[in-house]
């Protein structure tokens, strides 16, 4: 909350123009989940410094799942030139309140975002090919929220960047409590939040709220967007109040929430074009040493993760047209490849994002079908 912009590279990349890779990988994680007023935000300073400011962060961290710099860990990311922006702004990525005489807090989450893109163009980010924007459980909702201003920051910059996004674990489904919506409109307020444009107008100003919900912000994005959910997220469980280890009288309770829970999510996954969605109950995988051994039908999720950019590389070298279709058809894994429009060049004003169909023996959208979590 004291809004510092900083920013980390792991020991493999000394500066942004130390290594001959071109692609930068821009990692908001970990998560933190966030601070809705100013007594939750002061208990949260005082209990969570770590998620409050920096100075108790730790300047040397392990690199481990696509952050890892070893190829049999991370086999398509391990020499990107790879950032870490730790969270302290308790936003959701979404704020730009700075502090003043009558307000001791500040929340910059957009603002810090924005920030180090800038700063790593001056440094030697302007030659990259492609920038993936990353991010786990808030880190994950904030690369909703703040994706498609990247990429306009980087065209307003002349940087022929082709920009994703990453977002692990932060699509949820249902507020939680009854009162979620008025603590969200709440937090907006307080952090001051940059609500991107083409959302909130889509929702008005008292829903824009809604816009921290993945299924919300997704039709509005024109960047594309790769999300990894557990079907039965331990987050989610955990803002509705239900336990998997609780009395044994309320076993169906619980039972019929995890069904309903599971179908929920998976129906809300439905318009996604990319997507890695295990049933099991866990929160966050992308930073996790074994990723990659976590498979739904056979396909992992650094897989999936490939198949997705060698499409996205294809839409964007070879089409011809400023606009194609990619008609519906049936994908390997039996699952609708839906039906988009592909731009053909990105500083076109687009009203999707760029996808293609999947390529032959390879798949990027999996969503596991079981309806209770795999254990």
């Not at 990259?128 to 924007?133: G, I, K």
């Not at 937090?187 to 919300?216: F, I, K, M, T």
């Not at 990105?346 to 760029?354: F, N």
Request: net charge positive; proline share 7%; glycine share 6%.
């Amino acid at each position: 909350m004291q809004g510092e912009a900083c920013f980390l590279m792991l020991p493999r990349t000394l500066s942004p123009t130390s290594s001959p890779h071109s692609s930068y990988l821009l990692s908001i994680t970990p998560g933190g989940w966030f601070c809705h007023s100013r007594e939750s935000c002061e208990i949260r300073r005082a209990r969570q410094p770590h998620l409050t400011g920096s100075t108790t962060w730790r300047w040397k961290r392990p690199g481990r799942g696509i952050l890892s710099s070893r190829p049999e860990e991370n086999p398509h990311w391990w020499n990107a030139n790879t950032v870490i922006i730790p969270y302290c702004s308790s936003d959701v990525w979404s704020g730009n309140a700075a502090r003043h005489d009558k307000e001791p807090l500040s929340f910059l989450g957009a603002r810090i975002v924005r920030e180090v893109v800038a700063e790593l163009v001056q440094d030697g980010m302007s030659n990259a090919r492609t920038v993936l924007l990353a991010g786990s459980s808030a880190g994950g909702t904030g690369v909703l929220l703040n994706l498609d201003r990247v990429a306009t920051q980087l065209q307003e910059l002349r940087n022929p960047a082709h920009v994703r996004g990453l977002a692990d674990s932060g699509w949820f489904v249902r507020p939680g409590t009854h009162d979620a919506g008025k603590e969200l409109q709440t937090a907006l307020r307080l952090w001051n939040s940059s609500v991107p444009e083409r959302c909130h107008l889509r929702l008005g100003a008292d829903q824009a709220w809604r816009c921290l919900y993945g299924y919300e912000m997704f039709p509005t994005l024109t960047t594309p967007v790769f999300v990894s959910q557990w079907l039965f997220d331990e987050a989610q469980l955990e803002a509705d109040q239900v336990y998997l280890l609780g009395a044994t009288s309320e076993r169906g309770r619980r039972l019929a929430y995890l069904r309903e829970l599971g179908g929920e999510l998976r129906a809300s996954l439905q318009q996604l074009p990319a997507v890695f969605a295990p049933a099991c109950v866990a929160h966050t995988l992308i930073t996790s040493s074994t990723w990659a051994e976590v498979k739904v039908k056979e396909v992992s999720l650094p897989e999936a993760l490939q198949c997705w950019e060698l499409s996205l590389e294809k839409a964007e070298g070879k089409n011809t047209k400023p606009w194609a279709v990619v008609e519906s058809k049936q994908s390997k894994t039996g699952e609708p490849v839906p039906r988009v429009k592909i731009p053909r060049n990105r500083h076109i004003k687009k009203s999707a994002p760029i996808y293609s169909k999947e390529s032959e023996g390879c798949t990027f959208r999996v969503v596991d079908s079981c309806p209770w979590p795999t254990l």
